[in-house]
Structures are given as structure tokens and as C-alpha cells.
């Protein structure tokens, strides 16, 4: 088991908080074959547990996933570190981005999180590989698009436009909004390859 950093959207953490968000989709080291993804196919893993694609060429690459079920993820968000002095010592405390946003605050980016500052830790289940256009319904909804009305398997926020309030939206096209707010616009039409990572939230691995 390894403790390694990940990073979480504001709006992802308060999923994760609210225990809406049990999944997440990386393309951490596919660079490669995520430059043509349409002429590659996912074969087998190795004997080391590496995932194995070939193309319609005949090569062959291995690639090592970014991390394995029981590795633990500490969660880097948004945040606001304060010091303070007491007569023996510095002491530092944090306000969370995710908690309640106070515009008086200079917040700083979640990749600049130490260690210390971490409340979040998650444990990963299973790590599979997929391309992201296949996601189903129940993995949309395990991802943590958030439901603003209920229309039955409608009425999920539009993460493009998110002030509408639109009632014919689906989990999945409520991911494919939330994937293109992030990535960017024809970052869900180019149907990249993903890591698939459920996880589970867990306690404050020993020796952090």
C-alpha cells in the first residue's frame, strides 16, 4: 500500500463529502496511445499487472497503471492555510474551498496542498481500463454528477451552463458536461482511453 496525492475539483470534493463521488477517470501515463485512441485495443495485462494494448499495426505497448487497489490517495484541494502563535510554537490551521467559499479569502490552488493540510483520504478498490465515451449510467452517477431536480433518471446538473436548469439531463450527459468544464471543449468527443479507479473513503493511513 502507497499513499499517493490526487487532486480534486471543489466541486468533486463536496461529492466526495456528501458521499455522492466513488469514482474517478485519469489518463495519468496514456499520452501514448491516447494521441490516435481509435487505433488501439486493450489485450491483457502482463505478469507484472501491466495493462497490454496493440494496434492495427501489430505493436504491442505495456503500460504501468498509475496506481493499485489498496494504494491510498490523499485528496489536494482548494484551500486557505492560517498561522498562528502560541508561546511555544507555530501552529497552522486550514479553511477548505469546498466547505463554504468566503470571498475575503486568498485561496490557494490544490496542487500547492501539503501533506498536513490533507482531511481526505481515499482507498482504492479496483483500477480498470476503458475508453471514456463507454461510461454507463451507474458509473456517472458513482462519478458525482450532482442531481438538482427529480425527474426520475433525469434532472442532472449541466456543468457547461451551470446556472441552467435544464430537466432532460442524464447522468452520463451530465459527465460529458463535467469532463468538457474541465478538460475542455472536444475533450469528450476525441473518446480518449481512461483509468476507471473506485475507491472508498478510509481513515489516515499510519505513518502519513
Known amino acids: 500500500m502507497k499513499a499517493k496525492p490526487i487532486i480534486f475539483s471543489t466541486e468533486m470534493v463536496q461529492a466526495i463529502l456528501e458521499v455522492r463521488k466513488s469514482q474517478t477517470r485519469r489518463m495519468n501515463g496514456l499520452k501514448k496511445i491516447n494521441e490516435y485512441p481509435n487505433d488501439w485495443v486493450f489485450e491483457d495485462f502482463d505478469f507484472t ?105 433525469t434532472g442532472y446538473k449541466l456543468y457547461t451552463e451551470p446556472d441552467a436548469a435544464y430537466s432532460d439531463i442524464d447522468a452520463v450527459y451530465s459527465f460529458e458536461s463535467l469532463w468538457e468544464s474541465i478538460k475542455g471543449k472536444k475533450s469528450w468527443s476525441s473518446n480518449p482511453w481512461v483509468w476507471v479507479i473506485d475507491f472508498e473513503q478510509c481513515k489516515k493511513p499510519k505513518n502519513f
Open 49 to 153: 499487472g501491466n495493462f497490454i494494448f496493440y494496434n492495427k499495426s501489430g505493436d504491442k505497448i505495456s503500460i504501468k497503471p498509475p496506481y493499485e487497489a489498496s494504494d491510498v490517495l490523499w485528496v489536494r484541494e482548494t484551500f486557505v492555510e492560517f498561522e498562528t502563535w502560541n508561546e511555544l510554537e507555530q501552529i497552522f490551521s486550514y479553511h477548505y474551498k469546498a466547505d463554504f467559499y468566503d470571498y475575503t479569502l486568498k485561496y490557494r490552488p490544490s496542487i500547492y496542498m501539503p501533506k498536513e493540510a490533507c482531511r481526505l483520504f481515499l482507498k482504492i478498490k479496483n483500477i480498470r481500463i476503458e475508453r471514456l465515451n463507454d461510461i454507463s449510467e451507474t458509473d456517472a452517477i458513482a462519478e458525482g454528477v450532482e442531481k438538482i431536480a427529480d425527474y426520475g433518471t
